[in-house]
């Protein structure tokens, strides 16, 4: 079984498509049964190179270091990209004020806006919170993920919810 999940770990290395310049995460999308079967025979014909029908553990290994390869060639080539979008005058080297200007470029995230916090809260609208307004919704949360009802969320419950 050991070695299935090995073969079935460098077959997904080496006909994983490139990674892009600028990943974008998405959602995991449905697959079918044919989909997935057709991803498989593409993987299996790609790392039988000598396309006799069966795939060795040498060309497994040789479709390994493909796969590294072309992955730490991606990457190489992001952290150039990065490099040179932050080099501002060009010169090869990033100086403390470029530096300090990308870092100030990028996004923050929008301060959370207090009034709005209590009042979200704030069950019996005297615009404070007790100790059990404060807890309220936190304590629903933690109630919901532990579906035993026996005090604990385990990380199996809190995966779950």
Known sequence: MTNLTLALGALALVTAPSIPASPARTAPAAVTRAAFVARIDNSYRALDTNHDGVVTADEIAAGETRARA????????????????LDANHDGKLSQAEFDAAVAAMPRPAAADPAAIVAGLD???????SLAEFRARALTRFDRADRNRDGVVTPDEERAR
């Open 123 to 129: 069950s019996d609208h005297d615009r404070k919170l």
């Open 70 to 85: 072309a992955t730490e060639a991606a990457l190489l080539a992001r952290r150039r990209e990065a490099f040179a979008r």
